[in-house]
């Protein structure tokens, strides 16, 4: 059943207006895929190469639901403590001496180690609860009463280790801590997972979400998000940049230009008032576009062949 915590993503037309005013052109699979997820209470998996809008993806969903977006960074050596929780030890060694000070208190009128060491225990369990404890990002999205979007951020940084720790929370949006038991979610949060597709995910993880591949967008797509997040370039010139971008998709470069990085590019152009692509301009601002010096000179080393082509001259 539908969490009635997002009503606004009740139906894929409605996700595509809606995200579509927050400046997302979604296509209707990726809002498909969105609906379901919500519908089933099941993460989604978005995997494609870097910079065609994953991450966005997320941020975008929490701006639609206005609710907060709860964060994880995955590295290498990503454990529990930086993921799920760890204990306030400031806090606990300050607890440790007002115990000092009242273990005389504590132990008053004890009779016998077994009742002294009864009453010490007593304490104990204070020393690990919830007060003590320091949510972090999993922790934190499932603490949210009005729910959250969870952003799992290029999840195949992280090591298998991590995946199986994942495990539990994508299953049953719950934490078990030894030290106090099982936390289930107040409010299932919108998970989303990230890849770049640097290795293999595991099966088991796999299993619990929802598969989205995003590719580079097509030449249409991507002038309508050109047009939504530049509206004041003109159209000619929007369109001359993007059949551009895709040209220079294909060649061999150490790094296909992102979706932002066109994003970026058309912004340089309106600032320098430009009116149609020409060799000066493009050899002034290449650079905006591609990242490698090496990639910027096979751009321009085919800049006449491309630019006939497309009819861009």
Request: glycine content about 4%; some cysteine; hydrophobic content about 40%.
């Amino acid at each position: 059943m539908q969490d009635t915590h997002y009503p606004q993503l009740m139906s894929i037309d409605g996700i595509v207006s809606a995200f579509e005013e927050h400046g997302y052109i979604c296509t209707s699979r990726i809002a498909t895929v969105v609906y379901l997820a919500a519908a089933l209470n099941k993460p989604i998996l978005v995997e494609g190469p870097p910079g065609v809008g994953k991450t966005e993806l997320a941020k975008t969903c929490a701006e639609v639901l206005g609710k907060p977006l709860v964060r994880l960074q995955c590295y290498e050596g990503l454990d529990e403590a930086k993921a799920l929780y760890e204990w306030k030890y400031g806090k606990q060694l300050l607890y440790t001496q007002v115990l000092k000070e009242q273990l005389g208190e504590i132990l008053d009128g004890a009779s016998g180690l077994k009742e002294s060491i009864q009453r010490l225990h007593s304490t104990g369990d204070v020393f690990y609860s919830r007060e003590f404890l320091e949510p972090r990002p999993l922790l934190k999205a499932m603490e949210q009463e009005a729910g959250a979007v969870l952003l799992i951020d290029e999840i195949d940084k992280a090591d298998f280790e991590f995946e199986s720790l994942l495990l539990e929370v994508l299953s049953d949006y719950q934490v078990s801590i030894p030290e106090i038991g099982t936390i289930v979610a107040r409010s299932k949060p919108v998970v989303f997972l990230t890849s770049n597709d640097t290795r293999d995910l595991s099966d088991a993880l796999k299993r619990r979400c929802l598969h989205l591949h995003i590719p580079f967008p097509s030449v249409e797509l991507e002038q309508r998000i050109v047009a939504s997040r530049v509206p004041e370039l003109q159209e000619h010139l929007s369109q001359q940049l993007v059949r551009f971008v895709h040209a220079i998709r294909e060649l061999d470069l150490k790094k296909a230009p992102a979706i932002s990085e066109t994003i970026d590019w058309a912004r340089s152009l309106l600032l320098l008032h430009a009116e149609k692509l020409d060799r000066q301009l493009v050899h002034d601002t290449l650079n905006v576009l591609l990242k490698y010096e090496e990639d910027i000179e096979t751009a321009e080393s085919v800049f006449n062949k491309l630019a006939r082509e497309l009819e861009i001259l």
